[in-house]
């Protein structure tokens, strides 16, 4: 079907200026239904099991578990993104809330690596003090609105910045009706889509930029979906003569990058500490402003990219990795890449 003319479902289609804030998305999660998953974290961590190797039997939700059916419903077939809230992050430790964390995100699908480290439950960690290049998860710079890997994206904030680390949510759906109604001319440029720089994170046979464009917007099934990474489509152009990235192109990318940081559709807000975020990738793009901290108070967040069983239709090409949603570990290695965004004011790291 033409995307000029594929229907997009309504809750698919909210502006965070109609929301009226996070109150619209969040789901509070009570001490009496995290009871089991409590007791069960807290046994675990005091065993020393890494959270990567519970199982959901290890785990049980006990009465939480029809709400999180819901936060799965919700993400994956309606509006696209949930706040979760009450992770009892005062009386728990993070090892005890990783297991907490994890126990959910079995339940809304399968953890998949999110960098040559091979980490399937991330920490969000600032580590330019040692490593200037490292990738944005592990920096403090601002990042532009883009997707992850996967069909889900779910942070947990242990601790919030100093200062900064402002949350941005869009509607990538939203986006694109907005642009399939005001610049039609210019989607079939984005659905097109772009090369990608993998960053030194492709796999030994592979190429470090996508032979295959990646498109922007895409429809399958009857299902538009949306995937764009900025920094990949530019330093791809930068690294490689062949890709020409012609004025047309420059003013589709315009265009995109303010509608998707539109003042009525986006929804910004700072995650609280005991607050977990959960995010379809296909259906809504994120963004974060720069942040400060210290030694002393590090903005800390746990990560997971989650593949849906069974995963959303999307057309060939959508994906940047071959093998799958998630990134192939490498030992030895660590996410990092130095390019021209880490230029002081260089949003768009990823």
Request: hydrophobic share 40%; charged share 25%; glycine share 8%.
């Amino acid at each position: 079907m033409d995307l000029l003319e594929i229907p997009v479902p309504r809750a698919n289609l909210w502006r965070g200026a109609n929301l009226g804030g996070t109150d619209a998305i969040a789901i509070e999660l009570p001490n009496s239904d995290l009871a089991d998953l409590e007791a069960a974290a807290i046994d675990l961590a005091a065993q020393g099991i890494d959270p990567v190797d519970a199982h959901p039997d290890d785990l049980p939700l006990g009465t939480l578990e029809p709400l999180v059916a819901e936060l799965r419903h919700e993400v994956l077939h309606g509006r696209g993104l949930a706040l979760l809230r009450g992770f009892p992050v005062e009386r728990r430790s993070v090892d005890e809330l990783g297991l907490m964390f994890w126990g959910i995100g079995l339940r809304l699908g399968r953890a998949v690596s999110q960098s040559v480290m091979g980490e399937r439950l991330g920490h969000v960690v600032n580590v330019t003090d040692v490593d200037p290049h490292a990738r944005a998860y592990r920096n403090r710079s601002e990042l532009a609105p883009h997707s992850d890997p996967g069909d889900m994206l779910s942070f947990l904030c242990i601790r919030p910045a100093l200062d900064g680390g402002v949350s941005r949510f869009v509607s990538s759906l939203a986006v694109f009706d907005e642009i399939r109604r005001s610049r039609p001319d210019l989607l079939d440029r984005l659905a097109r889509g772009y090369r990608y720089h993998r960053f030194g994170e492709q796999g030994p046979d592979d190429e470090p930029i996508t032979p295959h464009r990646v498109p922007v917007f895409s429809a399958c099934d009857g299902l538009v979906s949306g995937r764009y990474v900025p920094e990949y489509v530019q330093i791809a152009a930068d690294e490689d003569p062949s890709i020409q990235l012609d004025d047309v192109d420059h003013e589709a990318l315009d265009l995109l990058h303010t509608t998707t940081n539109q003042a009525d559709l986006v929804l910004d807000f700072t995650m609280a500490a005991g607050e977990a975020v959960v995010a379809n990738n296909y259906t809504v793009f994120h963004a974060r402003t720069a942040f400060t901290d210290s030694p002393e108070h590090r903005r800390h967040l746990l990560r997971l990219w989650l593949a849906a069983e069974p995963p959303r239709p999307v057309v060939p090409g959508t994906e940047q990795y071959p093998d799958g949603p998630g990134i192939s570990p490498k030992p030895g290695q660590t996410p990092s890449f130095a390019s021209r965004y880490d230029e002081p004011n260089q949003p768009g790291r990823q």
